[in-house]
Each structure stands twice: as structure tokens, then as C-alpha cells.
């Protein structure tokens, strides 16, 4: 079974421009969230899709938001980049979303920007 | 105060030995207990699970979690050069909305 991938892998931005990453979960998955990783604050919880649908969002400004299509599949942007936006961002997929499921990470886009 | 504690180390053994990782916390509602394993340029991979308190063994791996002093810990035992990698720990409450520690960089030394 394909893990979780995660395009592009790497990718090198500017202030004030936008960015879209793409998230393909684990065939079956449901459930797709979101991670921020950064040396400075460690992973920290962006957003969480379920059938389309966000279900639960951490404490991100508005300019990071994310979508979930059909097939589970999901992208997040980010507007207007600040250079505290470089970090790895990490997609996790699980079967559901009611309680406690086990996450499948990705392997992250590390984004850079200048 | 962060609401999840993790000394980010380093942390440098010999292998074989018996290495010890922490995490303290400070939400009371947190149910379930991950550690989490991530070496350099992957995403992190589960180690353990735990829900509520008590003690979970797998292999060499123990993770034990204690409630009532909001402190959880992942023992390894007979510890690998391939162990060496980032060791994180994670809780929620009821959903995906995960915790995180800062991470332990951990090496073993052949």
C-alpha cells in the first residue's frame, strides 16, 4: 500500500507571494491534517479535513487554509508569505476522524522563503 | 508555559544502553499518548500508543504514562546505532488535533 505523498517536495518562495501544497492520503484514508514543523516551535497543528469538510483548526492566522476534494486528497495554501513561513509542512492522513486514529505522515514540503 | 514540555537534548549513548525520553504536559484532558520517531528528511513514523495511564511494551520499546503527575516516558532498551533519529512525543484529547513536544535528538554510538 502507497504511504502518504506530498508535491512538491521542496520549494523556494518570496515574501508576498502564495503557495499551494498537495496532499494525497493513504488510499482509504479519510482524514487529512496538516503540520507546521519548525526548529524553533516544533510541529504544530494547522488543520484537520474529513469528507471535505474542516473539522478542526489550530491557531494559524487566516492566510493558511486548506481544502479537501472528493477524493481525499487535499491542498493548503498560503497567501502573502512572511519569512516565518519557512518551515517543513507535514500532511498526515488517518482512516477517520472520531476520537484517536493512527496518523501517517508524509514525508513534507520544505518550504523556503526569501 | 508550553503545553507540552520535551527536553530537546541532544542526547549521545552508547549502543546497548537503556536510554530514557520524557515529556511532561499540563492539560488534564489529554487521553491518548504517542512517541513518535522521525528520522532526518522523513515524517515522523508511530512508535507507541497509550491510552490513558499505564504501561505499553513492544519489543524493545516501553512507553509509560502517568496521569495523575502529567509525565509520560519512553524507555529503549539494548539501544541501536539505528535507533539514532528525532523522538517526539504527542497527546490529544479527542481527535486528531495532536501535541507535540519539542523533540529529542537522539544518537547511538557504536
Redesign the interface.
Given at each position: 500500500k502507497a504511504g502518504v505523498t506530498q508535491t512538491p517536495r521542496y520549494l523556494i518562495k518570496t515574501r508576498g507571494q502564495q503557495v499551494t501544497l498537495s496532499c494525497s492520503p493513504i488510499s482509504g484514508h479519510r482524514s487529512v491534517s496538516w503540520y507546521q514543523q519548525t526548529p524553533g516551535q516544533g510541529l504544530q497543528f494547522l488543520f484537520e479535513y474529513f469528507s471535505e469538510t474542516q473539522r478542526n483548526k489550530g491557531n494559524f492566522p487566516g492566510r493558511f487554509s486548506g481544502r479537501q476534494f472528493s477524493n481525499s486528497r487535499s491542498e493548503m495554501n498560503v497567501s502573502t508569505l512572511e519569512l516565518g513561513d519557512s518551515a517543513l509542512y507535514l500532511c498526515a492522513s488517518s482512516l477517520v476522524a472520531s476520537a484517536y486514529n493512527e496518523q501517517f505522515f508524509g514525508p513534507g514540503t520544505r518550504l523556503t522563503v526569501l | 508555559q508550553k503545553e507540552v514540555e520535551q527536553d530537546p537534548g541532544p542526547l549521545s549513548v552508547p549502543e546497548g544502553a537503556i536510554v530514557s525520553l520524557n515529556c511532561t504536559y499540563s492539560n488534564s484532558a489529554f487521553?491518548?499518548f504517542m512517541w513518535?520517531r522521525q528520522y532526518s528528511?522523513?515524517?515522523?513514523?508511530?512508535l507507541m500508543?497509550t491510552?490513558s495511564s499505564g504501561n505499553k511494551e513492544d519489543g524493545r520499546f516501553t512507553a509509560q504514562v502517568d496521569k495523575s503527575s502529567k509525565y509520560i516516558s519512553l524507555f529503549i532498551r539494548d539501544s541501536q546505532p539505528s535507533d539514532s533519529a528525532t523522538y517526539?512525543c504527542?497527546m490529544?484529547y479527542?481527535?486528531?488535533?495532536?501535541?507535540?513536544?519539542?523533540?529529542t535528538r537522539l544518537t547511538v554510538k557504536p
Open positions: - | 487521553q491518548y513518535y528528511r522523513k515524517g515522523p513514523e508511530l500508543y491510552y517526539l504527542a490529544t479527542s481527535n486528531n488535533d495532536m501535541r507535540f513536544g519539542a523533540g
